[in-house]
């Protein structure tokens, strides 16, 4: 009895909760289900200015909602997603864009990958080499003391 009131509850719960985390993007009216889909693309290519770690579908901040709002605008007045995405740089810098171009200004960003693997691999190299004939020199007395110990070490344990 108690696991049916329990599941209910859950399933009450989930179908009110549900429908609101589609509600904002839903909300955005097309008069084409291409420029739906066009809207859908584009929100999710561009990145929130607030939040930096999501895109514009996925944030709720208010300049997201803003956002997606002009770029719906944008939409409906016959701009091409070229002309949209050039308006966001312009507006808000090539940040906004998720898969940034590669030009002087994101140079590091590109090519840092590429230069840390690189002194990872020079690292395993230079520290996974072994060493060859390195070992202790020993001067003639030394070498001498050190042949009498392992002399006498297995007469030893000869016996």
């Known amino acids: 009895m108690l696991k049916t009131v329990l599941v209910s509850v859950v399933f009450t719960f989930l179908s009110l909760v549900l429908p609101l985390a589609q509600a904002d993007i839903k909300s955005y009216e097309f008069a084409e289900p291409e420029m739906a889909q066009r809207?859908?693309?584009l929100t999710t290519v561009l990145r929130c200015p607030k939040c930096q770690n999501q895109n514009l579908a996925d944030s709720d901040s208010i300049i997201a909602k803003d956002l997606r709002t002009?770029?719906?605008t944008?939409?409906?007045a016959g701009q091409t997603n070229r002309?949209?995405?050039d308006f966001m740089v312009q507006r808000y810098g090539e940040v906004i864009l998720y898969d940034p171009?590669?030009?002087k200004s994101t140079l590091v960003l590109?090519?840092?990958p590429f230069g840390m693997l690189l002194i990872g691999l020079w690292a395993l190299w230079f520290f996974g080499r072994k060493t060859q004939g390195q070992g202790a020199m020993l001067t003639p007395s030394e070498?001498?003391?050190l042949d009498?110990?392992?002399a006498d070490n297995q007469t030893r344990n000869k016996d």
């Open 110 to 112: 590109w090519l840092a």
């Open 148 to 150: 009498q110990l392992l």
């Open 101 to 103: 171009p590669f030009n």
């Open 143 to 145: 070498q001498q003391q």
């Open 70 to 72: 002009q770029v719906q």
């Open 83 to 85: 002309q949209i995405t």
């Open 74 to 76: 944008l939409i409906n």
């Open 39 to 41: 809207f859908v693309d």
